[in-house]
């Protein structure tokens, strides 16, 4: 099923529609304020396997992120964090950067594997926001890649569409993606680390 939602005005009975498939264990393709995302409700463990199958991946060793509506979702699924740390998510958030944080026992125990940690979105697109607050809690999320070589990230919904039609319940065609990934800060340790340089100018 493709789904269009304008970002600049998401439609809320479409976007109730995209909650009900995330809710019944189903698996959706959205726009982000980077590239498209595939991902789940995270308390819907099924749905985390069928993820982690597409993407040929063992959910404890994958890097899969949370997408929250907004800050105060963070202390749901993080240990305490420290005021520096905080200033920095709160300058960076919502934005096109993921944070690493120390997991606490909230996170389901399916991500964690030997892993302690949690990586942490606030997207600055209204489409997956609205979902997320319709849903009331974060979903899974995980970029679309493209199998070309050069172009690492699909960024037409219609082609996304074409491709995970028979993978996925939903595909959101909220326009043209970006091609370029979330910025991602290991904030596990003292001091903040760039893992990964996506979109995003950042200063630490």
Not at 19 to 35: A, R, S
């Amino acid at each position: 099923m493709l789904v269009k939602i304008y970002e600049e005005n998401p439609n809320e009975r479409e976007i109730r529609k995209v909650v009900d498939v995330l809710k019944n264990g189903g698996v959706i393709i959205y726009p982000t304020d980077t590239v498209y995302g595939i991902g789940c409700d995270i308390t819907q463990a099924k749905a985390v396997e069928r993820v982690a199958r597409i993407k040929q991946v063992q959910v404890e060793k994958s890097n899969f992120s949370f997408i929250c509506s907004d800050l105060s979702q963070l202390s749901d699924y993080t240990r305490p964090i420290s005021n520096p740390v905080f200033k920095l998510i709160r300058r960076c958030l919502p934005g096109p950067y993921t944070f690493i944080l120390n997991a606490n026992n909230n996170v389901p125990k399916y991500f964690k594997g030997k892993k302690k940690t949690v990586g942490i979105r606030v997207s600055d697109n209204r489409i997956i926001t609205s979902i997320v607050r319709e849903l009331g809690n974060p979903i899974m999320s995980t970029s679309v890649h493209d199998e070309d070589e050069i172009i690492e990230y699909t960024t037409d919904p219609e082609l996304i569409h074409e491709k995970f039609s028979d993978l996925v319940d939903l595909v959101i065609d909220g326009g043209y993606g970006g091609n370029l990934a979330s910025t991602v800060i290991d904030c596990t340790n003292e001091i903040p680390v760039i893992v990964r340089q996506g979109k995003g100018e950042l200063e630490l």
